[in-house]
T-cell receptor, first 117, second 116 residues
């Protein structure tokens, strides 16, 4: 079974600093996808970024980038120039292939990021 | 182009009552997924449905929980005889195909169930 591990329960960062949120994964599938979601205090799940296992380059979306190290099975999220609005829970997730091609997402426990002014 | 709509946003039930959670997928999406989030935890997969079919219910508790996605109308997650341990946020996601997409499906805003 696939597994996602986020080892940082909470992080505190000064505004405008860069922050790295750790995520390691375990899978025996050669093809997989990795996602990061943001969950603010309002509760909705906001998609941030996606990395495919065969993608040659690290994914980037605005201030978000994914530091993908396949051999180490890590997919860390990097947020550049943090803002107060970045304070939220962040979840790393992996797409697990099921039978008949159906898929589901396996989530980590999350990291609560707090940006200090 | 409305996103995934879930209602109600908040639901309070007494122990032993039934809870019915509704999810309307995005327009053109025929695949629906339900996830549950306990406090301070990540989301956990419950069930995957297509129109009129349950494809994967490996994450559903064996008793009291059921899900449907009829030909017409929203998908329904039904919890009978609720207990305090059912208190959680329940999220619905939808996709156009069973492979989903590289954006990992679109999630609704969730239903927060509180059992008192």
């Amino acid at each position: 079974a696939q597994k996602i591990t986020q080892t940082q329960p909470g992080m505190f960062v000064q505004e405008k600093e860069a922050v790295t949120l750790d995520c390691t994964y375990d899978t025996s599938d050669p093809s997989y996808g990795l996602f990061w979601y943001k969950q603010p205090s309002s509760g909705e799940m906001i998609f941030l970024i996606y990395q495919g296992s065969y993608d040659q380059q690290n994914a980037t979306e605005g201030r978000y980038s994914l530091n993908f190290q396949k051999a180490r099975k890590s997919a860390n999220l990097v947020i550049s120039a943090s803002q107060l609005g970045d304070s939220a829970m962040y979840f790393c997730a992996m797409r697990e292939i099921r039978w008949q091609g159906a898929q589901k997402l396996v989530f980590g426990q999350g990291t609560r990021l707090t940006i200090n002014p | 182009n409305a996103g995934v709509m879930q209602n109600p946003r908040h639901l309070v039930r007494r122990r032993g009552q039934e809870a019915r959670l509704r999810c309307s997928p995005m327009k053109g999406h025929s695949h629906v997924y339900w996830y549950r989030q306990l406090p301070e935890e990540g989301l956990k997969f419950m069930v995957y449905l297509q129109k009129e079919n349950i494809i994967d219910e490996s994450g559903m508790p064996k008793e009291r929980f059921s899900a449907e996605f009829p030909k017409e109308g929203p998908s329904i997650l039904r919890i009978q005889q609720v207990v305090r341990g059912d208190s959680a946020a329940y999220f619905c996601a939808s996709s156009r195909t069973k492979q989903g997409a590289n954006y990992g499906y679109t999630f609704g805003s969730g239903t927060r169930l509180t059992v008192v």
